[in-house]
């Protein structure tokens, strides 16, 4: 028999306004499912760690303005993560389920709201990294079992709904919960109105500045580039590029290789995402989710934020899904 505890954390991102001394503050409370205090958890964020008092408070600080990931430990073994989002003028109500020693390993459990916290059903879950996918029930659950222990990338996707992407670390061979939010598309009961914006994602930033640019050795297909090509897969849209060669295999399509036949390094909005044996490009990401490619040949003039794999000489690909 699986159990689960339910963890609440009422985090208040207290930030200070623009050029005030005092840190960004982080508090919460933590509490079991039947509401008493979990004392003495680990709460951190990267090397700044705080520890919950007898009724389960904590203050972590300093932590910066912006989405960071607050993990919580307890006797050395990690029972929860989450994002939280820091600003200066909200407090945002979170929630992390954390699973028990009991549950089997490399599980991943999860619920899908949207922005407003409705549980969303009928929503596509895949795991690209494994190959599996599911559907949400009626109250937005959905749960995975026997996932290979890796980091991996999972999208979620609904009609109405921008495709999401999140990472679960299953690597410690651990159950994991995940609460995937979801944004509705803008605009959709406007009837004629047709609303047109050039606001770009805050991850797409550094590669549309590098694509105007073209700076460095990369390579660069942009959201004009694949609209106008149209490919009927991620793929077709390499068979082009110099140094690049596509491979079909048995399970999986659109295995990217260099010169040699060597693996390219490649990354899915900023993450490292390894390619594997019968799991192509095509099997990762569809067409309609793409929003730019950058390609480099070699190791000269890779960005940072694709450089945070193991080092490839073969060269790096970078996919921006939108």
Known sequence: ????????????????????????????????????????????HGDVRALTDEDGNF?????????????FTKDKRVIGDLEANVTADTTPTVQVDVVSENVEPRTLFGNVVDSSGTPIRR?????????????????????????PARRHLIRVRRVGFAPTYVAVDLTDNTAKRARIVMRQFAGQ???????????????????????????????????????????????DLFYAIAGVRVLTQRRGTGTLTGRGGCLLALFINGMYTPQQSGVGIDDMVNTLDLAGIEIYNGIGGVPPELSTGPPNSCGTIGVWTK
């Open 123 to 147: 929503v596509t879950v895949e795991v690209i990294t494994g190959l599996v996918e599911t559907t949400t029930d009626s109250l937005g659950r959905f749960t995975i079992r026997g996932l």
């Open 189 to 235: 009961n406007l009837g004629l109105v047709v609303v047109r914006a050039t606001m770009v994602a805050p991850r797409l930033r550094g590669f549309v500045s590098r694509a105007e640019k073209k700076s460095g050795w990369g390579k660069f297909i942009t959201a004009q580039d694949i609209e106008l090509r149209s490919p009927l897969r991620t793929s």
């Open 59 to 71: 203050r972590l600080t300093p932590v910066p303005m912006g989405r960071i990931i607050v993990r």
């Open 1 to 44: 028999m699986r159990s689960t505890a339910l963890l609440l954390g009422l985090l208040a991102a207290l930030g200070t306004p623009m050029g005030a001394q005092d840190a960004p503050v982080l508090r919460g409370t933590l509490r079991d499912s039947v509401g008493r205090p979990l004392a003495r958890v680990e709460v951190s």
